[in-house]
């Protein structure tokens, strides 16, 4: 790291906070070689649930995930970075820095920042549409702006982002990794650059494959419920469709999921601006469990005329990580002669993500794996999630012009029919071969199921 000091000038201090060019040169000052199976790891970094948690590693090898690093010089980057490859070998990692690798020498150029950066945007954008398994963003992305860009991507081609922050504010492990005094000038003016990334939202993420195959089987138990004639009836009502193909396509995959990528949201943050998101964001329970795979056991699904959805049962583990409130708006009755339906239904091309049987004949996703499977016998029960975390769920498809969110209303309403004696008692009940169909009037329908699904997921932020 010595010899690279000299290459630094004032003027391109900023490059060089952007490039995190100290460190290219600097990982023995980390730790240097680690093991990682052969002895325990060095430092608190390699805790790291997908360095560590074998559940978390096999699923990793079964998904596609974006693995953005973030870190100041001698914050611990290359050596995780170092390990995320030993561990998956085929990750492509994605670094300005190696724009200016010429030989095995470092050779820095501050009039080709913006081709540096160009570079290593291409290469994630190559990596990602070529299905790497983990894609690896290795720049200090101390401002939010400067990861935007891989985020979009992500988004696009369905990976699933963990966000790696090693020592991000601890000056003091900083300095002792970074000898030199200049070093640790820069270290203050860069500290000062740093700015905290509160997602949209925290949960649990599926893989592409796993968000399929829960879109088929989802289907499969809406098509199942269409055989009551009562339910048939009602359905053909408010979708105002009457072909079977129609009214499996009158959910559409909703805004904020539109590559179809399905989740189980924790926490709503809106970037920061609801109330509780720092300290969310910030918890050792949260910080601990990003980038950790769980276990998600799916036990029903709701039905009415704005969303469908499917019921969540948190085990104890994921409730700590619920950090949504309870309350619900007070009445969601619908208007009188609201219509969700699409009128303009069979007059256009539109392709249904959720049905979308284009790749039928093909492998679904060759690089990832759904390990979505129809697990054990559940007690029969009509209220099979209640209290803290009964609104979790998976929103699985909206009326046109529903926001996602509507999803976990309808749940919170469907649960206060469940604990309402009178409601119940007028309630209809269907038997069906995957379960009980469960009528709570006003269209608000619910499948209980018989066998719980379970899918394995991935606990971080959508950014
Ligand atoms: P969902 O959890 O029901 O799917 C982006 O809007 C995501 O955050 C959606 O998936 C949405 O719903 C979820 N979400 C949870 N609470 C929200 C809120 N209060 N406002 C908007 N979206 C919310």
Redesign the pocket.
Known sequence: MGQKQSTVTETSVHVCEELGVHEYNNPPCDGGEVGIYSREPSGDYLKLPFLKDKLTIEYVHLSKVMFVMRGLPGSGRPIVVKHIKSIFEDAVVCSTSEYFMHSGRYDFDPHKLEEAKIFCQEKARNACEASTHVVVIDNTNMRKWEMKYYFKLAAETCYVIVIVEPWKFNMDELILRNHHTEDIEQLSLQLQQWESVIP??F?WFLNEADSRMLKLVSLAHLEECLKIPEFEQDFKNFTHTSDMKDMLEYYLM????KEGML???S??C?FGD?PGSLEYTTSKDVLEACGLCYKLCLVGFIITPR?F?ARVKLGSKELILWG??NDCPESLDLPPNTSYGRPFLHNNNYQNPIVNQSNKGKPWFPHCQATLVSSEKLEPSFHPTSGKGSRA???LGCAEGV??????YDLCEVIECEESPEVTSRSRTFALERGWLRDYGKSRWVLYMNRQITVKSLFTG?Y
């Open positions: 949209l939202y949960g909703p805004e904020s999921c989740h189980c949201t926490k709503f809106s609801v969303t959805g949504q409130e769920h998976v929103t926001k996602a969110v509507t999803t976990g959508c």
